[in-house]
């Protein structure tokens, strides 16, 4: 498998932002759809962003309004920012390239107080 690496997690008070990063080497970024997703222990993988190569992205409805996924091409790099956080936003962080599962990434923990 391919490493993805995941950052920019941390603990924060409800109400803060954050902006997650997700990078890899090479181009592989730009030429696919990139996902963002979080997963607690014992609980399903849950969606929250995708961003297609062009043309609009997609988000949960529970994170659409506060969250919004975007694209540094010249650095291969897809950013989740995270605005207005709340508790419930609490989970480990990890983006996926669409229809490539050989890629994978450890994740970032993101930890919102009340």
């Known amino acids: 498998q391919v490493q993805l690496v995941e950052s920019g997690g941390g603990l924060v008070q409800a109400g803060d932002s954050l902006r997650l990063s997700c990078t890899t080497s090479?181009?592989?970024?730009?030429?696919?759809?990139v996902g963002w997703y979080r997963q607690s222990p014992g609980k399903q993988r849950e969606f929250v962003a995708s961003?297609?190569?062009?043309?609009?992205?997609v988000y949960a409805g529970s994170v659409k309004g506060r969250f919004m996924i975007f694209r540094d091409s010249k650095k291969d790099i897809v950013y989740l920012q995270m605005n207005s956080l709340k508790p419930e936003d609490t989970n480990r962080y990890y983006c996926?390239?669409?229809?490539?599962?050989?890629?994978w990434g450890r994740g970032t923990q993101v930890t919102v107080s009340s």
């Open positions: 996926d390239i669409l229809g490539h599962p050989d890629y």
């Open positions: 090479g181009s592989i970024l730009s030429e696919n759809r």
């Open positions: 961003i297609p190569v062009r043309g609009d992205p």
